[in-house]
């Protein structure tokens, strides 16, 4: 489906032909708090000050400002920013949790901003779920009548729900700990029933609002594998809020970087750290470990039919990470194929590998690259950088791109790079060669 059909107003640098129906189409979206909010978005004078300036004048916060884009079906959408940046009121827009000041919202082409009390409660309650930091368990219920609250207050029979609950309660782990109260379970385990509970409710869209930056960091790292290990099983769409830059790139197809109310850069987790819009960006992904984001696209050049050596490396798929055909490389000496469906869209040699790495771009890849059938891959097992403070950035310039991964189809994997022959590859696992010369809470919300 194209955005257009869906998309109440257009706004500026949107995005073109998603390779995706969207599920959300935000536009023009503003949220202001404050004394007369109303009348800023559509003042070009106050819009151009800065936060500061901006609240010293009115006293109001431009906490979401003019931010556009689409969320599509089964994919993760992540949003990310420091601590104030916009990304919870943002979301809470999404199912009007927080009253936008002016754009539009669309869910499935449904204007959310028309909805009356009783469509918004549908919405939250099957629609779009949230889960959140607080998990807001209730102590008096067992685990499995935690869950079931959720389809509870969605009017759904007794033994209905509890056999719902307990078929969620085993996908996200905690068979055997039904009858236990939340008092009785680790933090990670409470977070799980908070994400079962959800589930139960079997939304359209997950939103998690920064659901484990209360864990530990093993547990944190858990739960973030389970949600990927969901998301690959399911295929749900899910919009995922973080302020952590590793967790984003670990779980995101496409990421939304937030800076004073703005998006800064929206795209995949390889567009954003292989090219930042602006210094704001590039400062923020300095330190991510280049070769664990970026995938042999970037380093990819045409197979030269004379060299000897070209045609007899490994293949790895065009997903594969600069890390993983490295380590393809320095196994077998030669240089790694690219194949997709037993094509083979070009080489990487270690020349071009270790380009990516140090940050020097290669030329651009040959122009025959097929992303619409690029394999999905949601990226776990990427890399864990900390995020740099961010420091002082020019213009904030919007940037989008389109996703070029497909989202996931139920059943299959989302991360393994699989070889352009079909073959299941394990990470920095290569094919072996082929022959020489064979190329406010309201009712009804589920809080988690
Ligand atoms: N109810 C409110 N009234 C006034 N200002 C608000 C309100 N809620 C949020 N803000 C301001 O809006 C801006 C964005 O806040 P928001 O909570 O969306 O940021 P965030 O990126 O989610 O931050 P964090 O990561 O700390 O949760 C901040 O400057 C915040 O102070």
Same mark, same amino acid.
């Given at each position: 489906?194209?955005?257009?059909?869906?998309?109440?107003?257009?706004?500026?640098?949107?995005?073109?032909?998603?390779?995706?129906?969207?599920?959300?189409?935000?536009?023009?979206?503003?949220?202001?708090?404050?004394?007369?909010?109303?009348?800023?978005?559509?003042?070009?004078?106050?819009?151009?000050?800065?936060?500061?300036?901006?609240?010293?004048?009115?006293?109001?916060?431009?906490?979401?400002?003019?931010?556009?884009?689409?969320?599509?079906?089964?994919?993760?959408?992540?949003?990310?920013?420091?601590?104030?940046?916009?990304?919870?009121?943002?979301?809470?827009?999404?199912?009007?949790?927080?009253?936008?000041?002016?754009?539009?919202?669309?869910?499935?082409?449904?204007?959310?901003?028309?909805?009356?009390?009783?469509?918004?409660?549908?919405?939250?309650?099957?629609?779009?779920?949230?889960?959140?930091?607080?998990?807001?368990?209730?102590?008096?219920?067992?685990?499995?009548?935690?869950?079931?609250?959720?389809?509870?207050?969605?009017?759904?029979?007794?033994?209905?729900?509890?056999?719902?609950?307990?078929?969620?309660?085993?996908?996200?782990?905690?068979?055997?700990?039904?009858?236990?109260?939340?008092?009785?379970?680790?933090?990670?385990?409470?977070?799980?029933?908070?994400?079962?509970?959800?589930?139960?409710?079997?939304?359209?869209?997950?939103?998690?609002?920064?659901?484990?930056?209360?864990?530990?960091?093993?547990?944190?790292?858990?739960?973030?594998?389970?949600?990927?290990?969901?998301?690959?099983?399911?295929?749900?769409?899910?919009?995922?809020?973080?302020?952590?830059?590793?967790?984003?790139?670990?779980?995101?197809?496409?990421?939304?970087?937030?800076?004073?109310?703005?998006?800064?850069?929206?795209?995949?987790?390889?567009?954003?750290?292989?090219?930042?819009?602006?210094?704001?960006?590039?400062?923020?992904?300095?330190?991510?470990?280049?070769?664990?984001?970026?995938?042999?696209?970037?380093?990819?050049?045409?197979?030269?039919?004379?060299?000897?050596?070209?045609?007899?490396?490994?293949?790895?798929?065009?997903?594969?990470?600069?890390?993983?055909?490295?380590?393809?490389?320095?196994?077998?000496?030669?240089?790694?194929?690219?194949?997709?469906?037993?094509?083979?869209?070009?080489?990487?040699?270690?020349?071009?590998?270790?380009?990516?790495?140090?940050?020097?771009?290669?030329?651009?890849?040959?122009?025959?690259?097929?992303?619409?059938?690029?394999?999905?891959?949601?990226? =776990? @097992?990427?890399? %864990?950088?900390?995020?740099?403070? #961010?420091?002082?950035? +020019? /213009? !904030?310039?919007?940037?989008?791109?389109? $996703?070029?991964?497909?989202?996931?189809? =139920? @059943?299959?994997? %989302?991360?393994?790079?699989?070889? #352009?022959?079909?073959? +299941? /590859? !394990?990470?920095?696992?290569?094919?072996? $060669?082929?022959?020489?010369?064979?190329?406010?809470?309201?009712?009804?919300?589920?809080?988690?």
């Amino acid at each position: 489906m194209n955005a257009a059909a869906t998309t109440p107003r257009t706004g500026p640098a949107q995005e073109s032909a998603p390779s995706a129906a969207p599920v959300f189409t935000v536009r023009n979206l503003w949220k202001v708090f404050g004394p007369k909010a109303e009348r800023v978005p559509g003042d070009a004078e106050l819009t151009s000050l800065t936060p500061t300036e901006l609240r010293e004048r009115t006293g109001c916060t431009a906490a979401v400002r003019d931010v556009s884009f689409d969320v599509h079906k089964g994919e993760v959408f992540v949003v990310m920013g420091l601590s104030g940046s916009g990304k919870s009121t943002l979301v809470r827009c999404l199912t009007r949790l927080i009253e936008p000041t002016s754009g539009s919202v669309a869910i499935d082409g449904e204007d959310v901003l028309a909805m009356d009390k009783n469509r918004l409660r549908e919405l939250r309650r099957h629609r779009a779920s949230m889960v959140f930091q607080h998990f807001g368990l209730l102590p008096h219920r067992s685990v499995l009548d935690n869950v079931a609250y959720g389809l509870e207050i969605q009017g759904v029979g007794k033994a209905e729900r509890r056999e719902k609950a307990a078929e969620v309660v085993t996908k996200v782990g905690l068979e055997g700990l039904e009858a236990r109260r939340p008092g009785q379970l680790s933090g990670g385990q409470q977070q799980r029933v908070g994400l079962a509970r959800a589930l139960a409710a079997d939304p359209e869209v997950l939103l998690f609002d920064e659901p484990f930056s209360a864990l530990d960091p093993l547990i944190r790292r858990d739960m973030q594998e389970e949600v990927v290990r969901l998301h690959r099983e399911e295929g749900r769409t899910m919009v995922f809020i973080t302020h952590d830059l590793s967790e984003a790139l670990k779980l995101g197809d496409r990421i939304a970087l937030m800076r004073d109310g703005r998006v800064v850069q929206l795209g995949t987790p390889e567009e954003i750290v292989g090219s930042p819009a602006d210094d704001y960006v590039r400062d923020f992904v300095r330190d991510v470990p280049r070769e664990q984001v970026m995938t042999v696209r970037r380093a990819m050049r045409p197979l030269d039919p004379d060299s000897a050596a070209d045609g007899r490396g490994p293949a790895v798929a065009p997903d594969a990470t600069v890390s993983e055909a490295i380590e393809a490389v320095a196994r077998s000496g030669f240089p790694a194929r690219v194949m997709d469906e037993g094509r083979c869209l070009g080489v990487v040699d270690q020349e071009r590998l270790l380009g990516v790495v140090a940050g020097v771009e290669p030329p651009p890849p040959a122009p025959t690259l097929p992303s619409a059938s690029a394999p999905p891959s949601a990226s =776990a @097992g990427r890399a %864990a950088p900390t995020v740099p403070a #961010g420091s002082a950035a +020019p /213009s !904030a310039q919007v940037r989008q791109a389109e $996703p070029t991964r497909k989202p996931p189809a =139920a @059943g299959t994997s %989302a991360q393994s790079p699989t070889t #352009g022959e079909g073959r +299941p /590859s !394990a990470a920095g696992k290569a094919t072996p $060669p082929p022959a020489a010369g064979k190329a406010e809470d309201i009712p009804g919300e589920v809080t988690a």
